[in-house]
C-alpha cells in the first residue's frame, strides 16, 4: 500500500452528491456545512468560486477545483453578483427543496439532456461534499490548500465524459456511479494537483517516487504492525542500515522509524475511536505494541494526551448509515 492510498482510503462519496445544478445568471450559491473536502466541476457555462476569507478563483467549462474546509464558500455568476445567495446545506436535501425529485436525475422540460447540458447559456455545476472523518485522512488535509485545481487536461477529462453522461440519465444504481465516479475524479486532480510543476507537494508524496524510500514506505504501510528495524527494512530494500537511513530522513524529514512511530498512533488514534469496546492493550497490539504502558507513553509523546484522555475527550461519532456530509436536491433556474 503506497502512502497517497492509504490517506485517501478514508475519503469516499457515499450518497455525498449535491446535485447538478442548471444555472442561469444571476445566480449564487452559498455552501454553508463547510465540508473537509468539496469537489466542484463546471460541465458547460463558468463562474466563480469564492471561498470565505480567500480570494475568488475562476471556474471554467471542464474544469474541477475541490475546496478545503471548514470554511464556507460560494458559488456566483460573477464577481459582486446582484443575486441573493441561495443556502445550500443540509436544508437541500428536504422534499420541498427538490431533494427527493431531483437527486437523481433531471427531467423537466428545458432540463439538461443526456449530455448533461442545460439551456443554451446555462451553467451545469456538479458538487460532491466529502466526509472526511478520522486521524488518518486529516494528514491528507493538512497537506492541501484551500482551493487547489487540476491542470487542464489530464486524466481528469475521461471522467469528465463519464460524469456527464451519468447526470442526464436516471436509471438504477445511479447514486452508486455517481460516488465513484466523483471519488475518481478526485483522486484525479489531487495526484495531478501534486505533479504540478513548480509545486511543493508533500514529502511523502515526492518520496513515494525514490526506488528505495517508496519501497520503505510501502512495508511500513502494508504491515504497520511488524517488528521493523532500520536493519530489516535496509534488507528488504537492498541497500546498507545508513544509506537508507540517510535518504529516507533526507526526503521524508525524520527517520524510518520516528515515522513509524507516529503512522502507528494514527492509526491508533483512529482504532480508538471506531472501537469504543477495545482496549487501550488491545489497540497497543493492533499497532505492533506487546506493552500497553510502552504504547501510552509513545501515545503522548506523538499525540500531547494519554489514549483514554483522547477517546473521552473526542467528539460523538456520526450515526451510522448517516453521512454528516450527505447531500442530495438541486437547484434550478435563478432567471
Not at 7 to 18: E, K, P, Y
Not at 269 to 290: F, H, I, N, W
Request: aromatic share 6%; proline share 9%; net charge negative.
Amino acid at each position: 500500500m503506497d502512502v497517497f492510498s492509504d490517506l485517501i482510503r478514508g475519503v469516499r462519496a457515499h450518497g455525498s452528491l449535491f446535485g447538478s445544478s442548471v444555472l442561469s445568471p444571476p445566480w449564487a450559491l452559498h455552501f454553508v456545512d463547510g465540508a473537509p473536502l468539496t469537489l466542484c466541476t463546471v460541465l458547460t457555462g463558468a463562474g466563480w468560486i469564492v471561498p470565505e476569507g480567500h480570494p475568488p478563483e475562476p471556474l471554467r467549462a471542464r474544469e474541477t477545483v475541490v475546496v478545503r474546509g471548514p470554511g464556507t464558500f460560494t458559488f456566483v455568476d460573477e464577481v459582486g453578483t446582484r443575486a441573493e445567495p441561495v443556502v445550500c446545506g443540509e436544508g437541500c436535501a428536504t422534499p420541498e427543496q427538490g431533494g427527493t425529485r431531483h437527486r437523481l436525475g433531471w427531467h423537466d422540460e428545458g432540463g439538461p439532456g443526456g449530455d448533461g447540458a442545460g439551456p443554451p447559456g446555462a451553467t451545469t455545476l456538479i458538487v460532491g461534499a466529502y466526509p472526511v472523518r478520522g486521524e488518518i485522512s486529516r494528514r491528507l488535509l493538512d497537506a492541501l490548500p484551500v482551493v487547489l485545481r487540476a491542470d487542464d487536461g489530464g486524466t481528469g477529462d475521461a471522467v469528465l465524459d463519464h460524469l456527464a453522461a451519468e447526470v442526464g440519465v436516471d436509471a438504477p444504481g445511479q447514486q452508486a456511479v455517481l460516488d465513484r465516479l466523483l471519488d475518481w475524479m478526485l483522486v484525479c486532480t489531487l495526484r495531478e494537483w501534486f505533479d504540478r510543476p513548480g509545486g511543493e507537494p508533500p514529502a511523502w508524496w515526492a518520496a513515494q517516487r525514490d526506488p528505495v524510500v517508496g519501497d520503505a514506505l510501502r512495508l511500513l504501510h502494508a504491515d504497520p504492525a511488524a517488528p521493523w528495524t532500520v536493519a530489516a527494512l535496509a534488507g528488504r530494500t537492498g541497500v546498507s542500515r545508513s544509506t537508507l537511513a540517510k535518504r529516507f530522513t533526507e526526503l521524508v524529514g525524520e527517520p524510518p522509524l520516528a515515522y513509524l512511530t507516529r503512522w502507528r498512533m494514527t492509526l491508533a488514534a483512529d482504532r480508538l475511536l471506531e472501537r469504543e469496546d477495545a482496549t487501550v492493550a488491545e489497540v497497543a497490539r493492533a499497532v505492533g505494541y506487546s506493552d500497553p504502558f510502552g504504547f501510552s507513553a509513545a501515545f503522548k509523546r506523538v499525540r500531547g494526551v494519554s489514549p483514554s484522555v483522547f477517546r473521552s475527550a473526542a467528539p460523538a461519532a456520526p450515526v451510522p448509515g448517516r453521512p454528516a456530509a450527505s447531500r442530495g436536491g438541486r437547484v434550478g433556474s435563478n432567471a
